[in-house]
C-alpha cells in the first residue's frame, strides 16, 4: 500500500521527442504528488508536483498528468533535450512529511 | 548555507566498524529527513526531526541505526558495527516548515557509504 510502482525503468528519446514516464499508487491517503530530477553525484531536487484535485499542471516543458479514478500519474517531457537525461523519479507523500519514491527512470536524450 | 550540505561526501568503512554521517541543512530550516538509496533505486525514508525533535523513525532498518539533532540545526546520522547491506548513499533533505505543510524537500549531495 506504500509502494509507488515507476515505469519503464529506463528511456531512450530523440532529441525534441516526448518523454514519458508513468507512475501508479495505492494508497489513497497520498496527498502530494512529486517528482525528482537526479543527475549523478547530486541529490534529487523537485521538478513539479500536484495535489490530486487537480487533472493536469504544466510548467515550461514539463507536465504531470494525473487520473485520480486509475490511481495512476504520469510525467510528459516535451521537446526534449540532452540536458534533461538524468534519472526522474515519482513520489507521494501523506500527512505532509514521509515520501515514499518510485525506483526511478534513467532517462537518455539522444543528440 | 546556500544549500544542505553533506560530510563526507564518501566513506568507506569496514565490516564492523561505526561511522558517522554529517548532514548541515538550510540555516531555518525547521525539518530535517534522512534517506537511504541503494545502487540504482529510489530514496527510502528513515527519519524525520522537527526541530530537535525526532518525530519518525520508523525507516530506521535496524537498531544500529540512530539519527540525532541535539540543537535543532546540524543533524548526525550513526550506523553502529557496520554490515555490507548498509553501502548505500545517505541523503539528508530540510524544508522550511513542519510537516502538515506541503514544503518543498531541499536535498544534500549525499553521502556513498562503501562497508568492506
Not at chain 1, 25 to 46: M, V
Not at chain 1, 56 to 77: C, D, M, P, V, Y
Not at chain 2, 7 to 27: F, T
Request: glycine residues 10%; aromatic residues 12%.
Amino acid at each position: 500500500q506504500q509502494q509507488v510502482k515507476q515505469s519503464p525503468q529506463s528511456l531512450i528519446v530523440q532529441k525534441g521527442g516526448i518523454s514519458i514516464i508513468n507512475c501508479a499508487y495505492e494508497n489513497t491517503a497520498f496527498d502530494y504528488f512529486p517528482w525528482y530530477q537526479q543527475f549523478p553525484g547530486k541529490g534529487p531536487a523537485l521538478l513539479i508536483a500536484i495535489r490530486p484535485d487537480v487533472s493536469e499542471k504544466k510548467e515550461g516543458r514539463f507536465t504531470i498528468s494525473f487520473n485520480k479514478s486509475a490511481k495512476q500519474f504520469s510525467l510528459h517531457i516535451m521537446d526534449s533535450q540532452p540536458g534533461d537525461s538524468a534519472t526522474y523519479f515519482c513520489a507521494a507523500r501523506a500527512g505532509g512529511f514521509k515520501t515514499i519514491f518510485g525506483a526511478g527512470t534513467r532517462l537518455f536524450v539522444k543528440a | 548555507g546556500a544549500g544542505v550540505s553533506q560530510s563526507p561526501r564518501y566513506k568507506v568503512a569496514k565490516r564492523g566498524q561505526d561511522v558517522a554521517l554529517r548532514c548541515d541543512p538550510i540555516s531555518g530550516h525547521v525539518s530535517l529527513f534522512w534517506y537511504q538509496q541503494a545502487l540504482g533505486q529510489g530514496p527510502e525514508f528513515l527519519t524525520y526531526f522537527q526541530n530537535e525533535a525526532q518525530l519518525d523513525k520508523s525507516g530506521l532498518p535496524s537498531d544500529r541505526f540512530f539519527a540525532e539533532r541535539p540543537e535543532g540545526s546540524v543533524s548526525t546520522l550513526k550506523i553502529q558495527r557496520t554490515q555490507q547491506e548498509d553501502s548505500a548513499v545517505y541523503l539528508c533533505a530540510s524544508s522550511m516548515t513542519s510537516g502538515l505543510e506541503y514544503n518543498e524537500q531541499f536535498f544534500g549531495p549525499g553521502t556513498r557509504l562503501t562497508v568492506l
